[in-house]
């Protein structure tokens, strides 16, 4: 690829706290593209004019809801316009896990990352030159956000520090070091979380393979599953099937996790097993999961019925349904 170009169809996430330069940023990169599409994912959150909930410190649950559906959005609106063959920059502020998420449901291919790390100082002065206010007393302060962003959030694609460059230098960067802003289409695999206390254990989230399941059976006798160990042929087509997406999670080798999705590859998936070895639960794997077999499988949300993870669930961005489960004869 010529430097100083992206392809058709890729979606570029432009990340960072506020008054980083993000907007102006995004809008100068999507313009010197062929066929260029900004999408601005706070536009979301303005859309909520009544009983909107903002991020902050002490924020109740719908706030994090808020954010989550946000970013949902600003994905489905960026996968639609790549898939319609422009190329996308999607540009918000995604710290933390939230990135290798957001990054993970992006169904375009190629993705790229872009995280602007202006010094504070830098920020707090953009801040007061700005005609809006990002940070106000009861928000996040600066030096907070931004040691979310450099402490807490996945070194995916181009760190940049642009506190001595106007847009136009920092545009002109990206597009010079496209190669380095590049995500591998394995997410997960160059975002392997460590384990606290098991500094070389490394949990690397993929597809199922045959050498995977004994793995998988193992977890199902964990959570006192029947269905899968009493018959392993028949377990491996099952995870194998047209339709079907298996992922598993694996620490050195071993599998500590695995979930199972079907979908209809377009609107709807659904959750039939999810499960983390006992050692390893409490560590994102699941969510990690769940981002992973969405992205692979298709689909803009997922449904599922559950009667022992609430909790879990309710962690999540959701919306609470009945649900039932049917045996025959009906």
Not at 49 to 61: K, T
């Amino acid at each position: 690829m010529p430097v100083g170009t992206i392809e058709l169809g890729a979606v570029v996430v432009v990340t960072g706290v506020s008054a980083a330069g993000k907007s102006t940023v995004a809008d100068i990169l999507a313009r010197r593209l062929e066929r260029g599409v900004h999408v601005r994912g706070d536009t979301f959150r303005k859309m909520v004019v009544a009983g909107r909930e903002n991020m902050r410190p002490g924020a109740p649950p719908e706030a994090r809801h808020q954010l989550e559906l946000r970013y949902e959005l600003a994905v489905a609106a960026a996968n639609r316009y790549a898939g319609a063959g422009f190329t996308v920059v999607l540009q918000d502020v995604i710290l933390g896990a939230y990135l290798g998420s957001v990054v993970g449901t992006i169904t375009a291919r190629p993705r790229y990352v872009v995280a602007l790390c202006p010094s504070p100082e830098v920020v707090a002065l953009r801040e007061a030159a700005r005609d809006k206010t990002a940070y106000r007393p009861e928000s996040h302060g600066v030096e907070e956000l931004h040691r979310a962003l450099l402490d807490e959030t996945p070194r995916l694609g181009l760190w940049l520090d642009s506190s001595e460059q106007t847009p136009s230098e920092t545009v002109g960067e990206i597009l010079r070091r496209t190669g380095e802003a590049r995500v591998p289409d394995d997410l997960w695999s160059v975002q392997a979380a460590r384990s606290p206390g098991l500094e070389d254990d490394a949990i690397v989230v993929g597809r199922y393979g045959a050498d995977h399941l004994d793995g998988v059976l193992a977890l199902c006798r964990q959570e006192g599953w029947p269905s899968f160990p009493e018959d392993p042929a028949r377990a491996h087509r099952a995870l194998t099937a047209p339709g079907v997406t298996t992922v598993v999670a694996t620490a050195g080798g071993r599998v500590v996790g695995f979930s199972h999705v079907q979908s209809d590859g377009e609107i709807q998936a659904h959750l039939s097993l999810v499960a983390v070895d006992d050692a390893y639960r409490r560590r994102g794997i699941g969510r990690r999961m769940l981002a992973f077999g969405l992205a692979e499988a298709g689909g803009l949300r997922i449904d599922l019925v559950t009667d022992s993870a609430e909790g879990f669930y309710r962690a999540l961005s959701h919306r609470p349904m009945a649900g039932y489960r049917l045996y025959p004869p009906f």
